[in-house]
C-alpha cells in the first residue's frame, strides 16, 4: 500500500478529509453570505456597518469551525448551536446557522471522543422522543417537528459513520495480526530448525575437531550449506514484510510432502536417527496441507534435534480416507547418555496448532507413555 505520494504530502485518507473539511466550509460560508444585509443593498435590507460586522462575525463563527471539526467536534457543534440561538433570538434568517448546527450534531457522532459520543446518543434519543412529542400535540403539524427530527437524523448518521469507521480500523487490525501470526510462524518454521540443525553440528565438529580432523571439516561443509539455505529462506521471508514487489511468500515455491525425504536426511546429517514410513495410497493435496503437513515434519524434527539427538525417531505419512495423518516420535535418549538441550521459544507447536485450525484440522503434541514425546497431526485433505 502506497503511503506517500511525495514528499511533503499528506496520505490520500487525510487528503481527502482536508478536502472534505473545506467543501463543507465552504457550503455553510455560501449559505450564509447571502444573509448578511450588505450596505448597497436596497433600503430595508441593508444595515449600520456595526450590524454588517456582527453578522460577518457570526456567520465565521458557524463556518469557520468545521475546517477543524474532526479534531475538535464540540467546538464546531457548540459554536453553530450558539449562532442558531442568537439568530433566532433576534429574529434573523436561521437556515444558514441551523444547517451548521446539523453538520456539527454529525461531527458529535462521527468525530467525537467515546464520552461525546455517548452524549450524542442521549441526544438523538432526546430529539426522537421531543419530535413525537410535538408531532402528538400538534395535531398532526409536522413543520413544527422537522426541526427535532433532521437534528436526530443528523446525529444518528455521525454516529453510524464512527461505527463503520470502528468496524472498518477493527477489521483491518484483525488482518495486520493475522499477517503478524502468519510470518512469525514462518519465521520460526524455517529459522528454528536451521538453526538448531547448525547447533547440533557444530557440537560435532567440535568434538570431531579433537579426533578426526577430516570428519570435522565435512560437518563444518554440512553446517555452512544449511545456513546458505536458511539465509535464502529468512531474505524470502524479509522481503514479503517489507512488501517488496518482487517478494512474496505465495510467490515463491513452498515445500511440498515431496521435499520430506531431503528434510529427513538434513535430519540425518545433523545426527538424528531417523526413519520415514509413508503408508496408503498418495492423492492430490492443497498447497496448503502440504505446507502445514511439511512444517509439521519440520517442527516434530527440531524439537527431536534439540532434546532427543541421540534417540531413534521416526515419521509416518498416513494418507487416509480424507485426511493426512502424520506422526514425529522420538524415543527416550539411551541411559548414560549426557545431552545439553538446546533451548527453543515454545511457540513452535503453538504455531503447528494455529496451522492446522486454520484447515480445519488438530494437532496433540506431548509425552509417550513410555516416556518419548510425539507429535501428530490430522489434516483434511477434501474441497
Not at 176 to 205: K, M, P, T, W
Request: net charge positive; with cysteine; charged share 20%.
Amino acid at each position: 500500500m502506497e503511503a506517500w505520494r511525495a514528499p511533503g504530502w499528506w496520505p490520500a485518507p487525510a487528503r481527502r478529509a482536508r478536502v472534505t473539511d473545506r467543501l463543507v466550509t465552504a457550503v455553510l460560508l455560501a449559505w450564509a453570505i447571502p444573509d448578511i444585509p450588505w450596505w448597497w443593498r436596497q433600503a430595508g435590507h441593508s444595515a449600520s456597518t456595526p450590524a454588517i460586522l456582527g453578522y460577518l462575525v457570526l456567520m465565521l463563527a458557524q463556518s469557520l469551525p468545521f475546517l477543524w471539526w474532526r479534531r475538535l467536534p464540540l467546538v464546531a457543534a457548540g459554536l453553530a448551536a450558539a449562532v442558531f440561538a442568537v439568530r433566532t433570538g433576534l429574529s434573523h434568517n436561521p437556515y444558514s446557522a441551523a444547517a451548521a448546527t446539523a453538520a456539527g450534531a454529525f461531527g458529535l457522532g462521527a468525530w467525537g471522543g467515546p464520552r461525546t459520543r455517548l452524549a450524542a446518543r442521549v441526544l438523538t434519543g432526546a430529539a426522537v422522543a421531543a419530535a413525537v412529542i410535538v408531532l402528538l400535540t400538534s395535531q398532526g403539524s409536522r413543520v413544527q417537528a422537522l426541526p427535532l427530527a433532521l437534528l436526530a437524523t443528523a446525529l444518528g448518521l455521525g454516529e453510524v459513520t464512527a461505527a463503520n469507521r470502528d468496524a472498518a480500523a477493527a477489521s483491518a487490525r484483525l488482518a495486520h495480526d493475522a499477517e503478524r501470526s502468519r510470518f512469525a510462524r514462518e519465521l520460526h518454521d524455517v529459522i528454528a530448525h536451521q538453526l538448531s540443525a547448525i547447533a547440533v553440528q557444530a557440537g560435532a565438529a567440535r568434538m570431531a575437531s579433537q579426533r578426526d580432523p577430516a570428519v570435522a571439516v565435512r560437518t563444518v561443509s554440512g553446517i555452512e550449506d544449511v545456513a546458505r539455505h536458511g539465509l535464502i529462506e529468512l531474505n524470502r521471508i524479509m522481503g514479503a514484510m517489507r512488501r517488496d514487489e518482487h517478494e512474496h511468500l505465495d510467490r515463491h515455491p513452498q515445500p511440498r510432502l515431496r521435499d520430506l525425504p531431503d528434510l529427513v536426511e538434513g535430519a540425518r546429517e545433523a545426527g538424528l536417527k531417523v526413519r520415514l514410513a509413508v503408508t496408503g495410497s498418495p492423492v492430490p493435496l492443497p498447497a496448503a496441507v502440504e505446507v502445514a503437513a511439511y512444517r509439521v515434519v519440520q517442527e516434530g524434527l527440531t524439537n527431536a534435534l534439540r532434546y532427543a539427538r541421540s534417540a531413534p525417531a521416526s515419521v509416518a505419512v498416513s494418507y487416509l480416507d480424507g485426511e493426512l495423518g502424520l506422526a514425529v516420535e522420538n524415543d527416550l535418549p539411551p541411559r548414560g547418555v549426557g545431552e545439553r538441550p538446546i533451548c527453543g521459544g515454545g511457540r513452535g507447536l503453538q504455531g503447528l496448532a494455529e496451522r492446522a485450525q486454520l484447515l480445519g484440522g488438530r494437532l496433540q503434541a506431548g509425552p509417550r507413555p513410555d516416556g518419548g514425546f510425539a507429535v501428530r497431526a490430522r489434516l483434511p485433505v477434501g474441497p
